[in-house]
Structures are given as structure tokens and as C-alpha cells.
């Protein structure tokens, strides 16, 4: 587990420094981005009490994904070594059971987020919990989503050039399809994932 979290680390700061290389003195307000993907991801849970609503698990593992990258992100800028860091996220993750409430947990998280404009693991382990989302999961689908976050810049998403429509489906669809097929332990595991998506992408874009 501490590998793996490590490797998140890495290519979190990977993914900042492609965007910004001076990333860390930017003043990046990760706490904004968090809230807004809760507000996103309490959608697709639901909660209009005026129609029937079901939530749609594969969004909100997605949305809470998104989240992760934040929160890791900000870690990164209040944690000046990686060592206690690693193994504080070690074991905080697995430990976290579920809530009462996953619209409540998630609001008491956002809550904290906007008060302290921070990022509290604990209560995002929570929520976690809450979806069902284990470490190795989690794991699978960051990597995953770091990967497609490179491939994004690679072909135009700063410029705007880059559609995420992809012979009439979203990038992210093609993303889980493509991570389910391969081998999360294996060394390459991240460059299978941009080779694989490189793949499709020129069978439906060109």
C-alpha cells in the first residue's frame, strides 16, 4: 500500500508541474476545486426529494477520484517530506468505516473544506467508505485518471482543441472500459494505460 501510495504522489506533482511547473508558489486554491466536485458529486448521488433519484455509482467514484487529486495535491504543498506522509494516508484510508449518511458525510466534508480550506483524509476516507471504493480500486481508477489527465495535455486540452468526445462517448467511459483490461500490478501499468488509450483514440478520432 505505501508503494502505491507513493507512486499517487509522485504522479499528482507530475501532473501539477506539467500544468504549472512552479506549481507549489502558485497559491492554487485546491479547497475550491474539492467543494465544487462535492457539489458535483452530490448530484449524482441525489437529493431532490421531489423526483425519484438513484445514485449513479460509477459517477460517483469517478467525482470522488477528481476529489483525490485535489486533496493529494494539497497534501503535497502541507507536508514538506513524503515518509509520514505515506504512512499517515496508509493508515487513515483502510480504517475509515461508513457513515450514516452519504449526503450528510459528504456535506460535513465539504463543510470542513470550505471552514478550514483544507483537505481532511479522515472525513474523506469516510466517503470512501461510504461508496465502497477500496485502496486498490482507488489505486486503479487515480492512475487512471492521472493518465488520461497527461494524455488531455498531450493532445490540446489547455488550447481547447481537445474534445473529450470520443466517437460519441466521453474520454472517461473509454478509460474504465480500457482499465479493466489491464493489469493494475504490473510495472508499466501506466504506460499500458496511455498506450491503450492512444489506441482508441486514433481508431475514433484519427
Wanted: charged share 25%.
Amino acid at each position: 500500500m505505501q508503494q502505491r501510495i507513493r507512486i499517487m504522489l509522485e504522479m499528482q506533482d507530475a501532473m501539477n508541474t506539467r500544468v504549472h511547473p512552479d506549481w507549489r508558489t502558485q497559491g492554487f486554491e485546491w479547497y475550491r476545486a474539492i467543494w465544487v466536485e462535492c457539489a458535483e458529486l452530490l448530484d449524482h448521488y441525489g437529493w431532490k426529494w421531489w423526483k425519484k433519484q438513484d445514485p449513479d455509482v460509477e459517477q460517483i467514484k469517478l467525482e470522488l477520484v477528481d476529489i483525490w487529486h485535489f486533496g493529494l495535491s494539497h497534501l503535497l504543498l502541507s507536508n514538506e517530506g513524503q515518509t509520514g506522509l505515506v504512512e499517515y494516508l496508509a493508515a487513515v484510508l483502510p480504517a475509515a468505516a461508513c457513515g450514516k449518511d452519504f449526503r450528510v458525510d459528504l456535506e460535513v466534508f465539504a463543510l470542513d473544506t470550505l471552514s478550514s480550506h483544507g483537505f481532511d483524509t479522515e472525513k474523506f476516507a469516510v466517503l470512501l467508505a461510504d461508496a465502497e471504493l477500496d485502496f486498490d480500486e482507488l489505486y486503479e481508477r487515480y492512475v487512471g485518471k492521472n493518465v488520461l489527465n497527461f494524455f488531455r495535455q498531450d493532445h490540446g486540452y489547455q488550447d481547447g482543441s481537445y474534445s473529450k468526445i470520443w466517437g460519441g462517448r466521453e474520454d472517461n467511459e473509454h478509460l474504465v472500459e480500457l482499465v479493466a483490461e489491464l493489469n493494475s500490478t504490473a510495472q508499466h501499468f501506466q504506460d499500458d494505460i496511455y498506450t491503450a488509450l492512444a489506441e482508441r483514440y486514433r481508431a475514433l478520432v484519427g
